[in-house]
């Protein structure tokens, strides 16, 4: 709290009611190394308003923001051109300032945008139902393996050794404290996915397959012979999309028979913010409708007749009995969740369409150009806007060379796998609507200076 109002007296009285004699009685658990005996050392000392501004504004510009130059970043965020309308309209007071909706009756601008965003993710990712957002794309997929587990009983995930390390890290996290065991790998630098070994190593005792799309090397597969073998076994598929742009021009991974289709929504009306906040979606089938975390809006009609919103499904333990809980999600990332509707919406589904036809172009082009640089070549056989460079030397040097040069030119592989030196060459490039004809031929020249 910024105000506290106690006296001495108010907390001596306090401390007298729970039998300590001081403040420092309340902290004898904590080892007496782990204390402090004084100041933290270390940091400056007291300063006025006005130098403390000068400063974090000194730190500030020793920031590079994504706009500044030619950049190719992506691999889990991307960044989107914005409009200006999105921040206008998330920053309106009734929504800037919204809450978790408990009463329907007050809430009503706000559950219909969750319900516009529902819609929206459903028809995005082929499913029939979406919840109302998770935190991030990492834990929604964490939460989809929990759930298959819940939905079948079993307790071993297979993990494509393309979903991306971050996921996978946080799976693995979370996974000690439920006993599910995780099967996973590193990917390889082949144009093929390892799909068609995940089908046939589902057996009787597989919960769910997990499945990135496109995946962590841009690389992009059918999945549906996937899904009629974890079909076959009882398993469950799930897909992970973390560049949701894509679906404007692939198939759904719900066309294709996937059972719990989960990704990172920041792609769309969320910037990039230096790692965050972002949004977690999340959706599935029907029939596991209830197994799903979070929260579901839906729609109703008062005692008049006229259309409303409520919360139709909350499964978190703060509403219903704690075991019987899918969930400990304490709130979705509402605002979040709104940028993504108001940018959906503006798009529209042609707008998506052409959208993604203008990323894919632009990477075509980015493609062609860096692979004519020598000993330079493309591992995908086919990418939406992101692909997989292999480089005749250490992509994490590379990285940094092309950094002093002014171009932010994609993300190692070796940064993402430090422990795998058969990725060390591997470079992950990302080319969105954002990056201009200069900006691919200074990525390209900028490139060959530093390779030559």
């Known amino acids: 709290m910024r105000y506290l109002p106690l006296t001495p007296d108010d907390r001596s009285a306090m401390l007298a009611a729970v039998g300590a004699a001081s403040i420092d009685d309340l902290f004898v658990d904590v080892p007496a190394e782990a204390r402090l005996d004084g100041p933290i050392t270390g940091l400056p000392g007291h300063a006025s308003e006005l130098a403390v501004e000068r ?76 919840n109302a957002s998770m935190y991030d794309g990492s834990t929604a997929c964490w939460e989809a393996i929990v759930m298959a587990r819940r939905i079948t009983k079993r307790g071993k995930a297979l993990l494509s050794t393309g979903l991306h390390p971050h996921y996978r890290s946080v799976a693995r996290t979370m996974a000690k404290y439920t006993g599910d065991q995780l099967v996973d790998g590193d990917p390889t630098l082949e144009a093929g996915t390892d799909w068609a070994v995940l089908a046939a190593a589902v057996d009787t005792d597989t919960s769910c397959v997990v499945v990135q799309y496109p995946d962590i090397l841009g690389r992009i597969d059918d999945m549906s012979a ?22 404007g021009l ?83 990332a509402g605002l979040c969740a709104l940028a993504f509707s108001i940018h959906m919406t503006l798009l529209g589904e042609a707008g998506l369409r052409q959208l993604a036809g203008i990323n894919h172009g632009r990477a075509k082009v980015a493609a062609a150009e860096l692979t004519q640089v020598p000993g330079v070549s493309v591992v995908n056989s086919g990418f939406f806007n992101e692909f997989t460079l292999r480089l005749p ?60």
């Open 55 to 130: 400063h974090m504004a000194a730190l500030a510009r020793q920031n590079r923001a994504a706009g500044d130059g030619p950049f190719f970043l992506g691999a889990g965020a991307y960044r989107h051109h914005v409009p200006a309308s999105v921040d206008h309209l998330i920053q309106r007071g009734e929504f800037l300032t919204a809450y978790t909706p408990y009463q329907p009756e007050i809430a009503q601008g706000t559950l219909q945008m969750l319900f516009e965003f529902q819609t929206q993710v459903a028809r995005l990712f082929g499913t029939d139902v979406a």
């Open 226 to 247: 996937l899904a009629a073998a974890c079909q076959a076994a009882g398993a469950l598929l799930i897909a992970v999309v973390t560049e949701p742009v894509a679906l």
């Open 250 to 332: 692939i198939k759904s991974p719900g066309e294709m028979g996937a059972d719990i289709v989960v990704g990172e929504g920041q792609a769309i009306g969320v910037g990039l913010q230096f790692g965050g906040p972002y949004v977690g979606l999340f959706a599935c089938k029907t029939k596991y409708v209830r197994q799903m975390p979070g929260r579901l809006c839906g729609e109703t009609v008062d005692a008049n007749g006229k259309r409303g919103f409520v919360l139709t499904l909350s499964t978190r333990e703060q509403h219903i009995r704690r075991e019987k809980a899918t969930s400990n999600i304490c709130t979705n």
């Open 393 to 452: 030397v250490d992509a994490r040097a590379t990285v940094h060379k092309l950094a002093e040069k002014g171009v932010l030119g994609g993300v190692s592989l070796g940064r993402l796998y430090p422990d795998n030196d058969a990725l060390a060459n591997g470079l992950v490039v990302a080319v969105t609507e954002t990056a201009t004809e200069e900006d691919i031929a200074a990525f390209a020249a900028a490139l060959k200076e530093v390779l030559a």
